[in-house]
């Protein structure tokens, strides 16, 4: 089953973050492998305290990466400016459910709980990510939008309206120009996710990666790649009793990329 993510979006101090810590323990009895993800609004970088200076001059040496480990975390560093599907696509690897905080602006492409604050703001929180309306306790807010949904049942919200990463490359093979498109047509109800041809391919038994980017392919071409390959692993005897999953990676010199293009 592929990942899936909801927004949970809304003005300052409206509940984000509350709302996150009443889904979490919900979902995990449900039995889901749950991510969060907070987006920051600002241009900020996250350390360890100052008693562990050592890892931000570990970090400033500009590595790849950066492990911390302490008795009680393990926190990983990327050390470079992933956009937030590049970032997503690793971390929600074996999760069921991610849920993002953030503005609506940091979530565009992302279905979204959003949250009121106050009274009569729907049309300036919301927009054609919106799947669901709500309010946490503390301030009681009801609304009369079809889509407002009472705090206690978010958790069945998440879990309906979440959706699985779209890839971004507007390939127009769900017949719009881009996959913002189809995610708004989805959200409204016109379409389905299995109108993505290219996460269709990904729940296939045949997937072909270029530069980690998934590239759509259809029924027969994935057909008559699996039993090529299959073949060529049968000619050549390994000694592998039991096949369940393979994996191929092949490395372009210069004159082969170069024909290519």
């Known amino acids: 089953m592929l990942t899936k993510f909801i927004g949970i979006s809304g003005v300052k101090k409206s509940g984000k973050t509350t709302t996150i810590e009443?889904?979490?323990?919900?979902?995990?009895?449900?039995?889901?492998?749950?991510?969060?993800?907070?987006?920051a609004f600002k241009d900020v970088s996250i350390d360890v305290n100052s008693e562990h200076y050592d890892v931000i001059r570990h970090r400033k040496a500009k590595p790849d990466k950066t492990l911390f480990k302490s008795s009680i975390d393990t926190t990983i560093f990327i050390n470079s400016d992933l956009t937030l599907r590049e970032s997503l696509r690793d971390f929600g690897k074996e999760l069921d459910i991610v849920l993002l905080e953030g503005f609506k602006e940091n979530l565009v492409g992302f279905p979204q709980i959003v949250l009121l604050k106050e009274k009569e703001q729907e049309s300036e929180v919301t927009d054609d990510y919106t799947v669901a309306l709500s309010s946490i306790p503390e301030f009681g807010l009801k609304s009369s939008d079809k889509r407002f949904v009472s705090f206690e049942n978010l958790m069945e919200i998440a879990v309906e309206k979440s959706m699985p990463l779209f890839p971004e490359l507007d390939c127009k093979h769900c017949g719009y120009d881009d996959c913002n498109s189809l995610i708004k047509e989805i959200i409204i109800g016109k379409k389905q996710v299995s109108d993505c041809y290219?996460?269709?391919?990904?729940?296939?038994?045949?997937?072909?990666?270029?530069?980690?980017?998934?590239?759509?392919?259809?029924?027969?071409?994935?057909?008559?790649?699996?039993?090529?390959?299959?073949?060529?692993?049968q000619s050549i005897k390994i000694e592998e009793d039991d096949f369940s999953e393979i994996d191929i990676k092949i490395l372009l010199d210069k004159k082969e990329r170069e024909a290519m293009k």
């Open 22 to 39: 009443e889904l979490v323990p919900k979902l995990i009895a449900k039995g889901y492998k749950v991510g969060t993800v907070k987006i």
């Open 198 to 233: 290219v996460l269709e391919t990904e729940i296939s038994d045949l997937l072909l990666h270029v530069n980690n980017k998934i590239v759509p392919s259809n029924p027969f071409v994935r057909t008559i790649l699996k039993k090529v390959i299959i073949a060529v692993l």
